[in-house]
């Protein structure tokens, strides 16, 4: 076999006699009920000669085949102009030097800096003028799905009052020569060839092998991936999404936004969750939980009297995952507004809209209704579920005034004990903490409601 020579291309890597450990390095173990498998990311000749991956694995290629004759045939990109890239977001130039500067990869920005901030910032550094002289004048922008595509859509055109931004769905297509955002199940209207940016919302489960051709389209453009920081640790990226956006190129966490003073510090309050009354010894999971929570008079009272602690001006928010909990809490708060999967999808997001801008001050929301993007008016969240993290629970809020606090109250299940050992909610409890640790969130515990610092 002759030597290895690497074809580094923006729509694939086309290797010449690639050897057996680039083969290696190019797959994955997919997991699956009863044991899993191994795929590889990558399509081989009849003779084995010649083998082509997806263009995000550059890096990786590169790398393993150290010593491989690399010939880069990517139309180059301009020059990112950085100034521009910063400006209005300069707490976060760091970060957003290093993703422009790589010219395509991975970010990972936490929720308070946001993908809208983040995609104005690479749209600024790559701008249409710029791109013209590539013939690929146009910028692409891919959401999950149509409700963040509109969502993205309206903050991008707020952000970017001097640039074209268009919409692609399959109700409505607003045109644009400039930046079109469009959900990925829907990019297939859009002009590929004329596309020289893609910008595509990364966070979530990672599961991108539906979207993969309608993403591998765009041959021409440099691709940027940004996920939600969920935590302060380090970032894991699936091999499915660096095929398709490269490998994380920068990150910054919430601890981050804290340090800069941008955002606020939140605080963990721990609470004792009330024993039920019924020993559960050995109880199933399910119901070890349910009997601790909504089946628990105890419990329910304190969640409410948790609401009712709180002063008018401070904005709360429970949740959890437990339908059957929020409706016993509410059933004691009649002035609590409470939202769930079968509230009318209008009433749902009209009133998690007042909840963020401040018009209501105190909501329960459970399981199919969770807020996504909700920040300024909310200063308590009540954690009422037992998992291992309540990702979706974290009071993310941009800084306002000099010590100012967010707060997230949970619950401690001290008592669940067997044979001397932590049982499963205690256990969960301890991955909580772990997690809160590192995020940077200080902790406290409290014996009661009479002791809640806000």
Known sequence: MGPCIVHLGRGAIIVENPPQYLKDGLRRFIHRRGGGAYEDLYSLSKDGKILVSAPGFASRVKRLCGNARVVDERCPMPVPL???????????????????????????VPDILGFARMAMAVLRAFPRDGLLDRGTPLSVISAKDSADARRIYRELAALLPDREVGLSLTSR????????????DAMYDIQTQYAGVLIGDVSGDGNFGKWARNVSAIRTAARWGICSTS????????????????PLVASASYEDAVRAGIGTPVTVVWIPCPAPL?????????????MATWRNDSFVKL???????????????????????????????????????KTPAKERK???????????????VSSGCFPRYIDHGVMIVVNCGSGEMPGWSIPWRHLKKPGEKTWLVDFRHDWDRHNGRPGRLALNDEARMRHYREMGFSQMTVDGVAQLPF
């Open 82 to 108: 950085l100034g521009a890239a910063i400006s209005g977001c300069e707490t976060w130039s760091e970060v957003i030097c290093k993703a422009v500067s790589a010219c395509g990869g991975v970010v990972s």
């Open 173 to 184: 297509y607003t045109e644009s020569e400039d930046i079109i955002i469009a959900p990925y």
């Open 231 to 246: 935590f302060g640790g380090a970032v894991e990226i699936g091999m499915d999404v660096e095929g398709l956006f490269g």
């Open 278 to 290: 019924t020993a559960l010894g050995s109880a199933p999971f399910k119901t070890l939980e349910d």
């Open 303 to 341: 969640v409410a009297d948790i609401f009712g602690h709180v002063q008018s001006e401070e904005g709360c928010l429970l949740c959890t995952e437990q339908v059957d909990l929020a409706r016993r809490v509410s059933a004691l708060l009649p002035s609590v507004v409470e939202l769930n999967g």
């Open 350 to 364: 009209a009133a998690l809209d007042d909840l963020a801008g401040g018009t209501i001050r105190k909501a329960i």
